[in-house]
C-alpha cells in the first residue's frame, strides 16, 4: 500500500509556472506506474501525464503537451509535475495517482489517491 500527499499548487497568473509535487509513503514506490489527473468540480476526472516506474516512458494530455513535463525521483518517492505556459483552463484541484499497471491513461485503473492540490491560474 501506497500514500500519496501533493504539494506545490497555488494560484498564478497566466502564462507562469508551478511545480507539483507528489510524495509517497512506503519502500515500493518505484513499483508503481504514477500518473496526475485534474478535476474541475461538476466534470469528470481527467487525465493530465503518466510516467512509467523506471521514468523509460511519459504520456500526456494532448491539451499540456508542450507545456508540462512528469518525472519521478525514486529515491525521494516522490514524483512531480512541471507545468509551464499555465492557461485559465487549466485551473483544477491536481492529483496524482498510482497504480500496480505497467501503464495506464484511465483513472479507474488508478489504485491509490492523493488528496488533490488545487492550481488557479488567473488570466
Known amino acids: 500500500q501506497v500514500q500519496l500527499v501533493e504539494s506545490g499548487g497555488g494560484l498564478v497568473q497566466a502564462g507562469g509556472s508551478l511545480r507539483l509535487s507528489c510524495a509517497a509513503s512506503?519502500?515500493?514506490?518505484?513499483?508503481?506506474?504514477m500518473s496526475w489527473f485534474r478535476q474541475v468540480r461538476g466534470k469528470e476526472r481527467e487525465f493530465v501525464a503518466a510516467?512509467?516506474?523506471?521514468?523509460?516512458?511519459?504520456n500526456y494530455a494532448d491539451s499540456v503537451k508542450g507545456r508540462f513535463t512528469v518525472s519521478r525521483d525514486n529515491t525521494k518517492n516522490t514524483v512531480y509535475l512541471q507545468m509551464n505556459s499555465l492557461k485559465p483552463e487549466d485551473t483544477a484541484v491536481y492529483y496524482c495517482?498510482?497504480?500496480?499497471?505497467?501503464?495506464?491513461?484511465?483513472?479507474?485503473?488508478?489504485?491509490?489517491w492523493g488528496q488533490g492540490t488545487q492550481v488557479t491560474v488567473s488570466s
Open positions: 512506503g519502500r515500493t514506490f518505484d513499483s508503481y506506474a
Open positions: 495517482a498510482a497504480t500496480n499497471r505497467i501503464r495506464s491513461l484511465n483513472y479507474h485503473e488508478y489504485n491509490y
Open positions: 510516467i512509467t516506474r523506471s521514468s523509460a516512458s511519459t
